[in-house]
């Protein structure tokens, strides 16, 4: 089992910067990839980015490409998001998840095994 919590979402207006970070306990951080995945009211839950298991690879939807920044600090359990230029359509709850079934980003969400509960982000315009 991997627990993972969600912390440092809150409201923000256009243009400003939030960064989520997830801690991760149980099994060892390191055999997973990990991925950031969000969820708006009446939409799916979406990829927003992953990356490797030694934090070298990543992966971005293209909405959140040059604005958001996924990486992982293996000694300390954490995976992170940092996210700038943020807008209205990034409010969302936004989710981690760890999946270990691959070595390299996982953008597909069926493939992740374990989640924690979220942290919502709201942007107001």
């Known amino acids: 089992q991997v627990q993972l919590v969600e912390s440092g979402g809150g409201l923000v207006q256009a243009g400003g910067s939030l960064r989520l970070s997830c801690a991760a306990s149980?099994?060892?951080?390191?055999?997973?990839?990990m991925g950031w995945f969000r969820q708006a009211p009446g939409k799916d839950r979406e990829i927003v980015a992953s990356v490797s298991r030694g934090g070298g690879t990543t992966f971005y939807r293209n909405s959140v490409k040059g604005r958001f920044t996924i990486s992982r600090d293996n000694a300390k359990n954490t995976l992170y998001l940092q996210m700038n230029s943020l807008n209205a359509e990034d409010t969302a709850v936004y989710y981690c998840a760890a999946t270990p079934h691959s070595a390299g980003p996982v953008a597909t969400r069926i493939l992740y095994r374990y989640w924690g509960q979220g942290t919502q982000v709201t942007v107001s315009s």
């Open positions: 149980g099994r060892t951080f390191s055999n997973y990839a």
